[in-house]
């Protein structure tokens, strides 16, 4: 089946630094999603991007399908912002089935 | 605006007791409806998922089973549990018949079993 992996694992940022997460998959993709699950273990919607450039606030993101990988960048962290960030893929031969990475952890101190 | 429930919030079970837990969305009508387990720091993991009422998927042989009453209510069912069914469980819907199958979670359910 298909594989996800992100990275890195962990991230320790400062307060107002900049970052990418990266999630590379081993096949072609219908939907790929990122999360952040909050310290309560609720997983929040970022981004909906099987492909092309999406950017919300200071969050945006890139799908390159025909490479398969896919970056989240965090433009002048937040410590609301930590928590784990998630990739999911749902493979083009597998409906409706996300497959989760990992994840990479991140903490913003202040 | 579509809400999804989720409850209880935690549960504490005895292993070999039996579990129910529900989902309920509203504001949509035939979701997709998805149940996913979390193991303590990894990624999520597909248990089931159901198209319509009565339509049930299992993606892992375990000993859990799901069930569809109603067109917005998902339930995740055990008759014994073991230690090893400890976990965070989410729930999430996504629009049915679609192109874009985005998917949206609960707050989920926070089970140990001792």
């Known amino acids: 089946g298909i594989q996800v992996e992100q990275s890195p694992p962990d991230l320790i940022l400062q307060e107002g630094a900049n970052s990418t997460l990266r999630c590379n998959f081993s096949?072609?993709?219908?939907?790929l999603q990122w999360f952040h699950q909050n310290p309560w273990g609720q997983l929040i919607n970022l981004f909906y991007?099987?492909?092309g450039t999406k950017q919300n606030g200071r969050l945006s993101a890139t799908t390159v399908a025909t490479e398969r990988y896919s970056l989240l960048y965090i433009s002048s962290s937040q410590t609301t912002d930590s928590g784990v960030y998630f990739c999911?893929?749902?493979?083009?031969?597998?409906?409706?089935?996300?497959?989760f990475g990992s994840g990479t952890r991140l903490l913003v101190r202040p | 605006s579509q809400t999804i429930h989720q409850w209880p919030a935690t549960l504490v079970q005895p292993v070999g007791s039996p579990l129910s837990l529900e989902c309920t969305v509203e504001?949509?009508?035939?979701?997709?409806l998805y149940w996913y387990r979390q193991a303590a720091g990894r990624g999520l993991q597909l248990l089931f998922y159901?198209?319509?009422?009565?339509?049930i998927s299992s993606e892992v042989p375990q000993n859990l089973s799901a069930s569809r009453p109603q067109d917005r209510q998902f339930i995740l069912s055990s008759k014994k549990l073991l230690l090893s069914d400890s976990g965070f469980y989410l729930c999430?819907?996504?629009?049915?018949?679609?192109?874009?199958?985005?998917?949206?979670f609960g707050p989920g359910t926070r089970l140990t079993v001792l």
């Open positions: 999430a819907w996504s629009v049915p018949r679609s192109v874009d199958n985005e998917q949206f």
């Open positions: 096949d072609s993709v219908n939907n």
């Open positions: 991007i099987p492909s």
């Open positions: 999911a893929v749902e493979a083009m031969d597998s409906s409706y089935k996300l497959i």
């Open positions: 504001g949509t009508s035939n979701p997709n």
């Open positions: 159901s198209v319509g009422i009565g339509q």
